[in-house]
Structure formats: structure tokens, C-alpha cells
Nanobody, 125 residues
């Protein structure tokens, strides 16, 4: 059964850090481009970051995330991570791991063929 399972979310103060994990079952993460998306209350789901296959090229979407968010992959653990530093209240959202249909990165929901269940990140003092 193909599955993506996120973990690592929680409540953190502004300026803090979190590392989200996405573990795959039923397929190898390093054979697909994998992305992170987020959805805040009342807003559309938006692309956050992506690591592509086969190049391993990494990209962040949105100027507010650049320099603060880093995507990485541990092939031995079949896991993709999203390291988030200097968190702000506007980063509060449900974060989703996603497998793309094709081997390229995209900020568009329509390019995703498989979603995880999401993990809640709340940035608040």
C-alpha cells in the first residue's frame, strides 16, 4: 500500500525551529520528486519546498521561506525532511508531504498524485 506519513509538527514559539519528517511505504522516495505543501485556515494549499529526482535539486517556493526552510532526503531511512528555522506566526498551517506525478518539482497542487495526511504546525507565543 502506497503511503506517506508526516510527523514532527507541534506548537513552537516564534523564532523557534521544527523538523518535519515524511516516511514512505510501498515505494522508494528517492525515485520520485517529493514536495512539501502547507495549508493555513481559510487559505489554499501552497507549495513550500521540493527535492527533485533524479538530480536531487532543491527549491523553496515563496520568498518568505527562502533561507529559513531546507528540504533534505535520507535514502537509507526512506524519509524526506523539512527543516524549518526562524518560524513565524504566518507559518502556522497543516504541512503535507507530496509525491509528484512526474520527475520535476512544482508548486501546483494539480501536479501531485499522492498526499500524506498532514501534520499541524502552530507558531505562537
Amino acid at each position: 500500500q502506497l503511503q506517506l506519513v508526516e510527523s514532527g509538527g507541534g506548537l513552537v514559539q516564534p523564532g523557534g525551529s521544527l523538523r518535519l519528517s515524511c516516511v514512505a511505504s510501498g515505494f522508494r522516495l528517492d525515485t520520485y520528486s517529493i514536495g512539501w505543501f502547507r495549508q493555513a485556515p481559510g487559505k489554499e494549499r501552497e507549495g513550500v519546498s521540493c527535492i527533485s529526482h533524479p538530480s536531487g535539486y532543491r527549491i523553496n517556493y515563496g520568498d518568505s521561506m527562502k533561507g529559513r526552510f531546507t528540504v533534505s532526503r535520507d535514502n537509507a531511512k526512506n524519509t524526506v525532511y523539512l527543516q524549518m528555522n526562524s518560524l513565524k506566526s504566518e507559518d502556522t498551517a497543516v504541512y503535507y508531504c507530496a509525491r509528484y506525478r512526474a520527475n520535476y518539482c512544482s508548486a501546483y497542487v494539480r501536479d501531485v498524485e499522492k498526499w500524506g495526511q498532514g501534520t499541524q504546525v502552530t507558531v505562537s507565543s
